[in-house]
């Protein structure tokens, strides 16, 4: 069985930073994709970045230049490196695992930034 665990959520100052980290565990592929999802309350869920098991990335418009995606495939553990956070950037960040047509998603982490 899969599973992710989110970590590294917590209150920040405005123009602060933060750094999430997402383990997966069980029967993990080779090739499969990892993402961050955020929510705020009151919105729907959206896509904050993505990246590969070969490292291809994607970063949604609102964080380009400032979150950054990577990954370490042998820890299989996925970083999400937010800097220059905003209060608008509070939200429920998510992370999930796609493989053969499958989704795992975690538990979620809180990120509260204060103005």
């Known amino acids: 069985q899969v599973q992710v665990v989110e970590s590294g959520g917590g209150l920040v100052q405005a123009g602060g930073s933060l750094r999430l980290s997402c383990v997966a565990s069980?029967?993990?592929?080779?090739?499969?994709?990892m993402a961050w999802y955020r929510q705020a309350p009151g919105k729907q869920r959206e896509l904050v970045a993505s990246i590969s098991s070969g490292g291809n990335t994607n970063c949604a418009d609102s964080v380009k230049g400032r979150f950054t995606i990577s990954r370490d495939n042998a820890k299989r553990t996925v970083y999400l490196q937010m800097n220059s956070l905003k209060p608008e950037d509070t939200a429920v960040y998510y992370c999930n695992l796609i493989q053969m047509g499958t989704i795992q998603w975690g538990q979620g982490t809180q990120v509260t930034v204060s103005s």
């Open positions: 069980g029967s993990i592929l080779s090739v499969n994709v």
